[in-house]
Every structure is written in C-alpha cells, then in structure tokens.
C-alpha cells in the first residue's frame, strides 16, 4: 500500500539573471528586507551587488548583517535579530551557501518570536516565520528549498537542527556566483549533494516523488564527474551542479538525511572536516552496511558506476584520506551517534553502537 504526502513550496528561479531580474519578488515580500550573508564571498560573486541593486529597483530598504561564521552558532542568530527587529524588517534575505541560507530561517522565526529563546529556537515548539528568500552561492546543501536550519550548539559540542518547518519562500539560483568557488569548496559541497541523493533514496522516509528527484540528481550528478575529477568547471558544470544541489535538497525535504549526515557532524565539530567531505568519507561503508541491494545497484547504474568499490575510489580521490581521527575519537562519536534517534529512524534497519563505531573505523582508520 502507498501512502505519502509531498509539500515543497518554494517558488525557484533559476538561471543567469535569477537575482538582478528579482525587484517584483522582493517588491511583493515585504517593505524592509535584512539581508544575512558571509563576510567576503557575497561581495566578490556579485550576489550582493545584485540583491541590493534589484531591492533599490523595487524601492524596497534593506539593511546589512555581513558576520555569518561557516556552521552558525545561534548567538549569533540572535544578534542578527536584534538588528533586524531595531530596523522594522519584515523579510529576510539569506546570500551564500547553506550557513547563511540556513540561518536566514534562524533570524525570520526571531523577527516574528522576539520571546523566542535560545532553546525554543532549537527545540521548539514550531513557530512561524516571517517569509525568506533564499540565494544560493554554493551547489552542496539545497537550504534554498528545504525546511531545515542548522546550528552549532557550543554548550552540547554538537550541531542540531532545529525543529521549525520554514521553508524559503522563493530560492534564487544563479550559476554564475559559482563560478569561482575554488576547487575544494566546489568538491565539498557537491559531495554534499550527492550525500543527499544517497541518504534520501536509502531513507526510511523515501517515497515515490523524492525518489523521481533522487534518480535524476544521480543522472546529473553523473555528468559531472569528470569536471569534479579534474578540478576545472565550465558554466555548464556550474549549472549541473547547482541543479543538481537543488534537485537533492528537495529530495531530502521529503526524505531526510540518515546516517552520513549524523555521523558527519562530530566530524566536522571537533575535527573541522568541511560538512560535504565529512559525509563523503563515510559514504562508501554506510552503503556497505545498507540492506537493500537492489536500490543500491539502480542507485549506481544512474551514476554511471558498476560497482560500489568503483564509488568508494570515486570518492577517494575527490576527498583524500583523514588521517585525524583515532579510535578513541570514534567511540566518542558513536556513543552520541547511539542516541540521535531520528537520523537513526531513518535509517530502514535496526544499527547499533558498534554498528556505527565499524563504519568509522573501516572508513577513517585505514
Ligand atoms: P558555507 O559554510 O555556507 O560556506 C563555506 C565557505 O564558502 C565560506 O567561507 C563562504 O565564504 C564561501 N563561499 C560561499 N559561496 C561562495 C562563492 N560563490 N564563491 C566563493 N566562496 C564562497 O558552506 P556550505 O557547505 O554551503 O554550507 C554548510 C552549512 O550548511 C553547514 O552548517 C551545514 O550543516 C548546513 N546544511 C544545511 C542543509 C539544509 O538542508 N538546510 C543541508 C546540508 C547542510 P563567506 O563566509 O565569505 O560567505
Ligand atoms: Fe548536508
């Protein structure tokens, strides 16, 4: 029996011209926007200069917040809010790749929640938000058209998601603020994508639709291999990729994220292991360890691989070996990982600690 529900309800806009063309969106979401983003690649990709040119257009204010740190913590969330609240901002535009994205939907559930505290923001109840509008600069985590946020909670040495279902209103993805993403970014979030594709197509909570996106992210994916290989992009690399990263965030809007995701955030909290590669190097034993062959073996004929060792050298070769990680760190990692019940939900058998602890190990102790 097949029974699901498929809501995604981000409008996209995609293409060269996606944010310079954008006055009438920004003119129909609100009268002051705040505009989160990163403090250098937005003013050297053109993204800001395009926002504030289109919001200037559509005479609609705007006021700056340029100090998101990679992997946001939610302190500074809450400062961004107080500057947005002070200004009478009534939207928020996120610039950059999932750190900004991620926590422009942090600071819209403050500007409409100013009770809102640090551990309603990460636990809840859910709350609304006032409307986002999300600018995509990397091609990895597809927070343009998911409802999840990411925060770093330095109290617990961990990242959570948070628990509100605020997806952007619009997600604008122009190609060409990646152009010049250096080789190792471009790497690491692509590998990001791919992670989403995978873990959402093997996912408990997979269903027809996020299944369709899944196995044509892996078609696309496919196509650019060779261009991820060498190291060198054209605009139509640039493209695919972004496609790509959209295409695997709505995947797991339905779907979610299972084990890679869980067992790569340690990774990158206490080893700084950029979140994209800190998936990619569990990815090979995850599969390993993932029961049904036969989504496995379909999963990649669409990535034009024969064979999962094929993959696992694919991936080695994009993401090196860590050498960081010793066995103590991975009995640590495993004994949190035991208790993140819904990554492991969502994973469609039963895994244990030890279960968890041989995927580390065979992975990151070689
Ligand atoms: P990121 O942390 O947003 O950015 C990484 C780096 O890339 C930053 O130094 C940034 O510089 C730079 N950068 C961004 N765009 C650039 C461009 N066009 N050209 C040159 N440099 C550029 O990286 P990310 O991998 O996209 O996002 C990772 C975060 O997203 C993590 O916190 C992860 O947990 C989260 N995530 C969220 C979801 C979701 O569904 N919401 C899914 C997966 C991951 P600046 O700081 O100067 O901008
Ligand atoms: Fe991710």
Redesign the pocket.
């Known amino acids: 029996m097949m029974e699901f529900t498929y809501h995604m309800p981000t409008k996209v806009v995609f293409g060269k011209g996606a944010v310079r063309n954008a006055a009438a969106i920004f003119k129909e979401t609100g009268s002051k926007a705040i505009i989160v983003?990163?403090?250098?690649?937005?003013k050297?990709?053109g993204?800001l200069a395009d926002v504030v040119s289109a919001l200037d257009e559509a005479g609609v204010a705007h006021v700056l917040f340029d100090e998101?740190?990679?992997?946001?913590g939610v302190k500074t969330v809450q400062k961004a809010a107080e500057m947005a609240r002070e200004a009478y901002a009534d939207f928020v535009i996120g610039i950059?790749?999932?750190?900004?994205?991620?926590f422009a939907k942090g600071v819209a559930v403050l500007i409409e929640n100013s009770e809102c505290t640090y551990m309603d923001l990460i636990e809840g109840p859910p709350l609304s938000a006032a409307p986002v509008i999300a600018v995509a600069?990397?091609s990895?985590?597809?927070?343009e058209v998911?409802h999840?946020?990411?925060f770093?909670d330095y109290e617990e040495d961990t990242?959570k998601n948070y628990v509100h279902r605020i997806f952007p209103r619009y997600a604008l993805c122009d190609p060409s603020?990646?152009q010049?993403?250096?080789s190792e970014?471009t790497v690491?979030?692509a590998v990001?994508a791919l992670s989403?594709l995978v873990e959402g197509y093997m996912a408990t909570a997979a269903n027809p639709m996020s299944d369709m996106h899944a196995r044509n992210g892996f078609e696309i994916f496919e196509k650019c291999k060779r261009a991820l290989l060498e190291g060198e992009f054209s605009y139509e690399d640039r493209e695919n990729l972004m496609l790509c990263s959209t295409i695997a965030?709505m995947v797991?809007s339905q779907a979610g994220t299972s084990l890679p995701?869980g067992m790569g955030y340690p990774l990158?909290y206490f080893k700084g292991i950029?979140?994209?590669r800190a998936n990619g190097l569990v990815m090979r034993e995850y599969l390993e360890f993932c029961s049904d062959k036969s989504k496995l073996r379909g999963m990649l004929k669409l990535l034009g691989m024969s064979s999962l060792a094929e993959l696992g050298e694919f991936l080695d070769k994009l993401l090196g070996l860590e050498k960081n990680v010793n066995a103590e760190d991975i009995a640590r990692y495993s004994s949190d990982m035991i208790k993140n019940v819904a990554k492991l939900r969502n994973h469609p058998c039963p895994v244990s600690e030890e279960d968890i602890a041989g995927i580390y190990a065979k992975s990151l102790l070689r």
């Open positions: 983003t990163g403090r250098h690649s937005s050297i990709n993204s998101v740190e990679e992997n946001p950059g790749g999932g750190s900004p994205m991620d600069t990397t990895g985590t597809g927070s998911t999840y946020a990411i770093t990242k603020y990646t010049f993403l250096s970014v690491n979030t990001d989403h965030g797991i995701h990158t950029a979140h994209g």
